[in-house]
């Protein structure tokens, strides 16, 4: 069985790509990403034809949007969050390690939000997504919108820089008190400051840090990939490590460890820090 959405495209002062126009205009393509996977899956028609993310939009077209659902019975996901901040529009969850954010797997984040939130009041509640993603071995804070609008609207404001986020990383090798790193990571620009917290001894390692982490920009992987770029990885990192300085079984050494951004709707200041997992303060138990 086919469940099939249409969108009227009005009249438009010039072109633009698909891909640009399509976000959001159904309620279950909310991000770029979403959009390319609906595209890649031939879920998208512009004027009866399979559209690309070659495909522009000049005015007038006809958007369908054709999402095929399966009969087969659905199995709920049983996963525990901690929810820190919750109102009608957005919720702030604790992201546990070993889990993706979102994806194709049944456990992930995303699957399991439904049974953890409260539902929406707002007459565009929508079911509840992640507006930036974490990794899947990173630890802590992960924003979640709750209504259309309020998807939108995040998402406008990570775009224009206006929600801070800080980590804490234990890194590898004896460092400076502070840095900045910069560098292109897949072609495009990337700044990330740092500032060493703590240092403590160790046999195998030489030295670790307690490493307070802001990234300015947000690029994959970005800051796994600065921390090892200036010869300083991130404890428990298999993909971007020294070879004889990897640490199995441990999991990843990185939490999301505030946010901080205006309220889009109520202009409230929200600030949210989160506690550091208990493996960080094993090594530092006498700072943290």
Sequence with gaps: MNQTKTHKVPKLTKPIRLQEYGVNIFDSIQTKSALKKALKKNYITVNNLLASTATYIHGGETI????????????????????????????????????????????????????????????????????????????????????????????????????????????????????????????????????????????????????????????KHQLRKHMLSIGHPILGDKDYAIDNLILNGKGLYLHAYSLSFTHPFTNKYIFIEDKLPKRFNKIFSNII
């Design 64 to 219: 369908c949007l054709t999402i095929k659902e399966s009969n087969k019975h659905k199995t709920k996901l049983v996963l525990k969050l901690d929810v820190l901040y919750e109102d009608d529009y957005l919720a702030i969850i604790r992201k546990p390690a070993g889990i993706l954010v979102s994806g194709n797997s049944f456990k992930t984040v995303t699957n399991a939000l439904e049974q953890n939130l409260k539902p929406s009041n707002l007459k565009d509640s929508t079911s509840p997504q992640p507006v930036h993603r974490l990794d899947y071995p990173t630890t802590g804070l992960l924003l979640i919108g709750k209504t259309n609008s309020s998807i939108r609207a995040l998402n406008k404001l990570f775009e224009n820089k206006e929600i801070k986020k800080t980590y804490y990383a234990i890194t590898i090798g004896k460092m400076q008190k502070y840095g900045e790193i910069a560098s292109l990571i897949d072609n495009k620009p990337s700044l990330s400051l740092y500032e060493v917290k703590a240092s403590v001894d160790s046999k195998r390692f030489s030295v670790l840090n307690l490493v307070k982490l802001k990234p300015k920009t947000g690029r």
